[in-house]
């Protein structure tokens, strides 16, 4: 994860497991990259400590 990147930023920490990006269940890092804007605010959601927490990354 990069310092200071999209997904530092919003306060998602190593060992969070993405499940949905965009309202998209991703199953794979080829999915993950198709839902990724250039530029803009994209909602995921990780799974941490048993719990599903939302997140904006903006970009």
Do not use: H, W, Y
């Not at 200071?4 to 999915?31: F, H, Q, R, T």
């Not at 909602?43 to 997140?55: A, D, L, S, W």
Request: with cysteine; charged share 25%; glycine share 12%.
């Amino acid at each position: 994860m990069q310092k200071d990147g999209p997904c530092s930023s919003a306060g998602i920490l190593p060992g969070d497991v993405l499940l949905m990006a965009g309202g998209n269940k991703v199953d794979g890092v080829e999915k993950l990259e198709r839902l990724l804007p250039s530029s803009g605010k994209l909602t995921v959601t990780v799974r941490r400590n048993q719990e599903n927490r939302k997140v904006d990354l903006q970009f």
